[in-house]
Structures are given as structure tokens and as C-alpha cells.
């Protein structure tokens, strides 16, 4: 058994069932390549660790900004609760060393990606909620996360690219809708690829592909604030 005693403490959280960690450190391509089955990946934990986290990180939020309307704390969750923060603080925790991750995956430093980072420390999240309890969860979120939970109020982070565009709409006084669009979906569970379209009313901005859903929108509204701007320099 991996000795997690060192995370454990940087995390402030003791695991009274080990395997919960071991889970959320199993990638997809571990799974797949070792024969296994798909559920013993730690997607399933994935799912409920970004439930958990948006409740927590919305709760803080609320808190801290008691004026605020649901639009200002949409727009400052979706700065904290984003592949890029879970990501920085994974590194922090140092998540990727303990990743089971395919050969493949792991030759092309996977224990480095953002994504699989940021999917690493939800699943950790929600390995600490089932072993603990929503409290305890809560307390590894508010230690780990407050940080950058307050750089984002005080707008010390980049928005991620999907919120910079849908917030460059806004100051434009909502004059065009931003919509994605999921195009093409193909490969097997462990190597997933996306296709997604953004549009500006019904006005094709930009397409990328990405190996979840979460990273085409991101690639995508990338490229499309640079075709908005260009198109719509004075807001028209």
C-alpha cells in the first residue's frame, strides 16, 4: 500500500480507508490497460468531488460578498472552481506523484496535465467526503482553496477562457448570445476527443477539439475572443 502520510498531512485530512485515495489516483488509462473496469477509475469519484466543491466554494462566496447578485458569484465560482486553480493546487499537494496512470499517459507526463490534475484533486476531494463526511470535505476545501478563492474576488486570477468570453458579451451589453456546441464526439472511454463549435448568435466564432468537453470549450473560446474582437471591435 502507497504511504500517503505525507498528502494526508498536507491535505488535513487522515483516510480511514486507504483505498478511497488509491481510487481517486487511478486514471482512466491505468484502468484500461490493466484490464479492469471503467468504474474503477476515479471518474465516478470525479463527479461528486465537483459537486462537493461547488457547494463549498459557492457557500464561501456567499459569504464573503453577502451584496452580491447570483451573476457576480456565477462568474467568481467559475474563476475558482476551474481546471486551471484545481490544477495549481494539485501541484501544491503534489497530486501527480501518486497517479496510476497508463503507459502511455505517463511517458507523455500525464501526471502533469492540467486536466488530469484538476480531475485528480476533485476525486480526491470526493474521496475525503465519503471517508469523512461532508464537514470534513469541507474543511480540506476551506484550507486548500481559500487562497484562491479570495484572488479571485479580489481579481488576481485570469478568468479561464469560456468566462472571459461570455464576460466580454456582457460588457457589450448582451448584443450576442455566446453559445457552445458539442459537434463530434469519438474514441474509447480512456482516450476520449471532442468537437466543439462557439457562436455568436448564430455567427460561427471558432471550432477546437479536445479530450473532454471542459478542454474543447476552453480551446475554443480561446480562439474566440480573438474572432469576437475582430468582428465586434466597438461592441456592434
Known amino acids: 500500500m502507497t504511504d500517503y502520510s505525507s ?3 498536507d491535505l488535513g485530512y487522515t483516510f480511514n480507508d486507504k483505498s478511497l485515495l488509491e481510487t481517486a489516483f487511478t486514471h482512466t488509462t491505468y484502468v484500461f490497460e490493466t484490464g479492469r473496469g471503467h468504474w474503477e477509475s476515479n471518474q465516478r469519484l470525479e463527479f461528486i468531488g465537483d459537486a462537493v466543491l461547488d457547494v463549498v466554494v459557492g457557500q464561501m462566496l456567499y459569504e464573503l460578498k453577502p451584496q452580491a447578485d447570483e451573476g457576480y458569484l456565477s462568474k467568481m465560482r467559475s474563476v475558482a472552481v476551474c481546471e486551471k486553480s484545481f490544477a495549481e ?3 501544491k499537494l503534489h497530486l501527480g506523484d501518486y497517479l496510476l496512470l497508463g503507459k502511455g499517459e505517463a511517458q507523455s ?3 502533469d ?3 488530469t490534475l484538476a480531475d485528480c484533486f476533485e476525486s480526491v476531494i470526493a474521496a475525503v467526503y ?5 464537514e470534513q470535505a469541507k ?3 476551506l484550507k486548500n482553496l481559500t487562497e484562491t478563492v479570495q484572488k479571485a474576488v479580489n481579481g488576481e486570477i485570469f478568468l479561464d477562457y469560456k468566462s472571459k468570453l461570455l464576460e466580454l458579451a456582457q460588457t457589450r451589453g448582451f448584443q450576442h448570445k455566446i453559445r457552445f456546441e458539442v459537434t463530434g464526439e469519438r474514441g474509447p472511454a480512456h482516450m476520449k476527443e471532442f468537437d466543439v463549435c462557439v457562436y455568436s448568435d448564430e455567427e460561427l466564432l471558432a471550432t477546437a477539439t479536445g479530450h473532454s468537453k471542459k478542454d474543447a470549450e476552453q480551446k475554443c473560446a480561446e480562439k474566440g475572443i480573438k474572432a469576437y474582437m475582430r468582428l465586434y471591435p466597438e461592441g456592434r
Open 7 to 9: 498528502l494526508e498531512k
Open 89 to 91: 493546487v494539485a501541484r
Open 109 to 111: 507526463n500525464g501526471n
Open 113 to 115: 496535465k492540467d486536466s
Open 130 to 134: 465519503f471517508d469523512g463526511g461532508f
Open 139 to 141: 474543511k480540506c476545501i
